[in-house]
């Protein structure tokens, strides 16, 4: 069982940049890959970004690709979510997940095991 906790979320305007953390308190932290996706009302979770157990791979969502930056410190059991130049298209409750070793290059929910309880993000225009 992972635990996961998201946090960072808030209002920012359109162009302004947020960073989002996902935290877990399991040592093997390490052996997940973990994934970002969002979900807006009314809509379905969509991913967002993923990363491979190690750091070294990512899969970026053709929408945030050039604007937004994961990565990962297994020290700290911690993923980020950097996101610059958001829009109000990015508007969503962000959420982390974590996966088998090979979820990362899947962008779909079922790929992953746990899950967080979700930061909400608001992009005003």
């Not at 069982?1 to 953390?21: D, I, K, N, P, T």
């Not at 379905?44 to 990565?71: C, L, M, P, Q």
Request: proline share 4%.
């Amino acid at each position: 069982q992972v635990q996961l906790v998201e946090s960072g979320g808030g209002l920012v305007q359109a162009g302004g940049s947020l960073r989002l953390s996902c935290a877990a308190s399991q040592r093997t932290f390490s052996r997940y890959a973990i994934g970002w996706f969002r979900q807006a009302p009314g809509q379905e979770r969509e991913f967002v970004v993923a990363i491979s157990w190690g750091g070294s791979n990512t899969y970026y969502a053709d929408s945030v690709k050039g604007r937004f930056a994961i990565s990962r410190d297994n020290a700290k059991n911690t993923v980020y979510l950097q996101m610059n130049s958001l829009e109000p298209e990015d508007t969503a409750v962000y959420f982390c997940a974590a996966g088998p070793p090979s979820s990362y290059k899947s962008s779909l929910p079922g790929s992953y095991d746990y899950w967080g309880q979700g930061t909400q993000v608001t992009v005003s225009a």
